[in-house]
């Protein structure tokens, strides 16, 4: 019974309703037996999905809530009204300590301003990030990549929180014991980007010098190095992060299509197809971004996972994979123990403010 | 006799050397009688390589220079110390008429440093801008995204002139009669992103909506729609268009090796792999860098192409092969003249700054 982990699921905010989340649930229930569900949303929508599922249905919780945040709905208006809506309830479960981590697949601003609303940002951080992970060449087939939407700025302090937490998510999400990170950047001379990438390129160097250093600092890397294996961690802030991680979506897409077109063109190649057909599968499962869904809120005195908005059963069966391993791991108490920790007369450098953020 | 096109090329700026751009000249000078070149670097080294391909040697004259610009010098430091250098003689040949289009692979910041101090800026650009081709599902094949690193910043009167910019390349590259033109951002609501943003995008609806506008305006789109067939132009600053450009090779190199391995797992797919050799070769084709290598400068009284630093010999010629169609097309001239014509009273809206812009 003491396994047992208890996740609290938002029911409605996704672009597709109900069901793909239920259908997720479903999936992940059927290949883990230890988990169970608080699941935020209306009744009347929920009860009759559920009433077809009795595995599911004798393992989840329903909590009807008021209303829904909407999609296009601004954070700052979440915050003065979402109050008894699904994404509420479904963070302050957490909040309450009747669930070990969050899951939603609603609008990303609503969702981190009702987080550092109910959950408060953890000692020492002015600015939580959202993290992902990212295909790549390193042998553990990902690299970690913050913040890719949290916030559109980040200074050289919020930079170097950012790193402190992607390394920690590295050493439990990826087992590495000093993971190596590095500040995107356009070019890695030092002379390349602006003069808040020239500061947080010096904090970062001095961060990883000190006594209570846990990763390795590489300095500037490219858009290319975030596939790549000369870092493990890639730290940015909220506006190129999530541009180039829908670019690289995209990008990974635009491929797909054009490899199918490439199968479908002759005769010879529709054989060919057939044949190639595990290969293809094998290639179609590393890249399928799905699997890999979710970004994990850090920062918080709590684990939220946000899940695409568009994501089908699939994708939302693997944010909650992977806030179900984030549950065993303990894995918001570590990260907050390692950045206060790492803060205290290191990155509160010279000419380096890090006075209380505001909420946004 | 009066079709004959000069280019002039920078020998001695990339990653590998002069061997690999004669190379690449030798391959665009056999498909394409029409082309003649003035080559600016090192004789010593340049003859020879240039005496083993007679055909090259007679349509190309080689112009002595008195040093390299190294890759990771600073623009201001090539400004100050770089005349008569390989790079600084081939823009000059321009600017003086002697040849229509410089071609080199050398360093990008100094590059546009050398190309504003010996070209000049158009009238009404502040800052010029760097635009790639990028493949698509638009019907083209191509879209058009800019800036890609000329500049790290770009204010909103900055952003207007690269969409004025960029839907001329469309007209004059891709052939289209009425672009359209999105704004790169976090999302696609009018609240996502920042200030510099909201004022950027309120300015290209202005523009887009006035007598002399030549391409329709999308709005905000994302990084997703880079790849996408949702608009032909996507604006942005250099800062966050190198990192999406750097990020998409990246993974189409990353999804490249997948693909290897997942046809050399097992015998089956290796015999697979010789069925789908055809279609393989196909998606090489669609999605090799090289073959869109060259970035355009725009926003110049001149025209250059920047080539990848390491690109090679095909890459190169693929550089070649664009700066002959935009001398062709009478390409720069176009574009000074349609920004020209769509600057007064439409980029210097209310609380808008158009003031000259300061060398970097």
Redesign the interface.
């Known amino acids: 019974m003491t396994r047992q982990i208890v996740l609290s699921i938002d029911a409605m905010g996704g672009d597709r309703g109900p069901a793909v989340v239920i259908s997720g649930m479903a999936k992940s229930a059927a290949k883990n037996p230890d988990i169970r569900f608080l699941l935020h949303g209306d009744p009347q929508q929920l009860e009759p999905l559920l009433r077809r599922r009795p595995a599911l249905d004798r393992i989840t919780e329903i909590r009807p809530c008021s209303g829904v945040i909407a999609m296009?709905e601004?954070p700052s208006h979440a915050v003065r009204h979402g109050k008894g809506s699904s994404m509420w309830n479904c963070v302050d479960a957490v909040a309450r300590g009747e669930a070990a981590v969050a899951v939603s697949c609603g609008n990303t601003g609503a969702l981190m301003a009702l987080s550092m609303l109910r959950m408060r940002r953890a000692p020492g951080i002015d600015r939580p990030a959202i993290a992902v992970l990212w295909?790549?060449?390193n042998r553990s087939g990902y690299n970690i990549v913050l913040d890719v939407?949290a916030d559109?700025?980040a200074d050289a302090a919020s930079l170097s929180q950012y790193a402190i937490m992607g390394a920690e998510y590295a050493r439990v999400g990826l087992h590495l014991e000093t993971p190596r990170v590095g500040l995107?950047n356009?070019g890695t001379?030092d002379?390349k980007?602006?003069a808040g990438r020239h500061e947080a390129n010096a904090t970062l160097a001095r961060i990883a010098e000190g006594p209570s250093a846990a990763f390795t600092y590489h300095g500037f890397v490219?858009?290319?190095?975030?596939?790549?294996d000369k870092v493990d961690v890639i730290v940015?802030d909220?506006?190129?992060g999530?541009?180039?991680?829908?670019?690289?979506?995209?990008?990974?897409?635009?491929?797909g299509?054009?490899?199918s077109e490439?199968?479908r063109?002759?005769l010879?190649?529709r054989?060919?197809?057939i044949?190639?057909?595990?290969?293809?599968q094998?290639?179609k499962k590393?890249?399928d971004p799905r699997r890999v869904n979710g970004g994990v809120f850090l920062g918080l005195n709590g684990a939220v996972v946000k899940s695409h908005g568009s994501a089908d059963s699939t994708g939302f069966s693997a944010a909650i994979k992977l806030a179900f391993r984030m549950a065993q791991d303990g894995f918001a108490e570590k990260v907050a123990a390692r950045v206060a920790s790492g803060l205290p007369g290191s990155i509160t450098a010279p000419g380096v403010t890090t006075g209380a953020g505001t909420d946004k």
Do not use: C, M, Q, Y
């Not at 490219?222 to 790549?228: A, H, L, Q």
């Not at 044949?275 to 293809?280: I, K, N, T």
């Open positions: 296009g601004k295909p790549s060449r939407g559109v700025r995107l356009v001379e002379h980007g602006g490219e858009g290319g190095d975030i596939t790549g940015t909220g506006f190129t999530n541009i180039a991680l829908k670019t690289a979506e995209g990008t990974a897409s635009l491929i299509s054009f490899l490439g199968f063109a002759t010879l190649s054989i060919a197809a044949f190639a057909f595990r290969a293809l094998r290639l590393r890249i």
